[in-house]
């Protein structure tokens, strides 16, 4: 999984609740910041929107240069299986070289500030929005890390076992989904998911980042949860692996009955903070009391909201 930025609809005032990894981490790591995103924003990308919603609207839809590379990864591997499935070859220079098109141009993008005209389809990054002064080394440096990551994959044993399944094995292919629980939409998108020679169920994420093992833990458990629904999966059924592809490391997670109990329990107790909040954040808006700032200020570091929070 991507940091999934995009991909799920704004909730509305009224609507049910949704539940997704992104979400629950943004709970995690700082409720001002969830406040943001999840209650302020809302209505922002209407003409009607209040300045605060547009601006905050505006501000959420930024990326740094971190996750930025993470996308452009997550796309090109995209385009790769896409190409593949087609039966279509997909070299990695092509790979990199529509990789690095990409970042130049969304780049250019973000410099011009287009996105605050068009805050959900032009690329932004905090870096530019903030005046942070980025060396050209270290923009350099993040489309090495892209073509490192890309190139590191197609070294992978990982995905000449992908090519070599049979594509009416594939199950998933970034594709947004969704399963109950606890009267809430739990969404996930698995990066991909293919069932094996063994019939068993290989889910797979690919990370840029550095390795967190217990958050990909309860990530791959929360697609146990979901292929449990969609595909009637036992537990011993499933694999889940994660490459990290900074490193061309691949480590494989056992989807057992403890797993999945312990995701599901975790997603239960999110849900229930979610709820008590939502009754905070309904109107009078900006009830910032109920929603402090974290005291981890390297959190802050990377937010997209420090203009607006009232973080000085
Ligand atoms: S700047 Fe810090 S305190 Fe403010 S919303 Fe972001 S993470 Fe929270």
């Known amino acids: 999984m991507s940091e999934q930025l995009f991909l799920w609809p704004d909730e509305q005032s009224g609507d049910r609740l949704s539940w997704s990894l992104s979400k629950d981490k943004r709970l995690r790591d700082c409720l001002r910041k969830y406040y943001l995103q999840h209650y302020v924003s809302r209505g922002g990308s209407q003409p009607t929107a209040s300045p605060m919603a547009r601006e905050t609207f505006v501000l959420k839809s930024l990326r740094n240069r971190h996750m930025w590379v993470g996308?452009?990864?997550?796309?090109m591997i995209e385009l790769a299986l896409i190409?593949?499935?087609r039966g279509d070859g997909a070299p990695v220079e092509a790979l990199v070289e529509r990789g690095t098109r990409r970042m130049r141009a969304q780049y250019a993008e973000s410099v011009q500030r287009l996105y605050r005209e068009r805050p959900a389809t032009a690329c932004g990054l905090c870096e530019h929005e903030y005046q942070?002064?980025?060396p050209r080394e270290e923009w350099k440096r993040q489309r090495d890390r892209m073509e490192q990551c890309l190139r590191n994959?197609?070294?992978?044993?990982?995905?000449?076992?992908v090519q070599n399944t049979p594509v009416w094995r594939w199950l998933a292919l970034e594709s947004l989904a969704s399963f109950e629980l606890d009267h809430a939409t739990v969404l996930v998108k698995p990066d991909f998911a293919w069932r094996d020679a063994a019939d068993r169920v290989?889910?797979?994420?690919?990370?840029?980042g550095k390795p967190r093992p217990e958050d990909e833990k309860l990530q791959i458990a929360v697609y146990g949860l979901f292929a449990q629904r969609a595909w009637g999966l036992k537990s011993e059924q499933m694999l889940g692996k994660v490459a990290y592809l900074e490193t061309g490391e691949l480590h494989e997670f056992v989807v057992d009955r403890q797993a999945l109990n312990e995701a599901e329990a975790v997603i239960r107790a999110s849900l229930k903070q979610m709820r008590a909040l939502h009754a905070d954040g309904m109107e009078p808006k900006y009830r910032w009391q109920s929603f402090p700032m974290t005291d981890s200020r390297a959190t802050?570091?990377?937010c997209m909201f420090r203009r607006?929070?009232?973080r000085s």
């Open 71 to 75: 996308e452009v990864v997550h796309e």
């Open 308 to 310: 607006l929070c009232e």
């Open 153 to 161: 994959l197609f070294a992978m044993p990982l995905l000449a076992e």
């Open 300 to 302: 802050c570091g990377f």
């Open 83 to 85: 190409a593949m499935r």
């Open 202 to 208: 290989v889910m797979v994420d690919w990370k840029t």
């Open 132 to 134: 942070e002064a980025i």
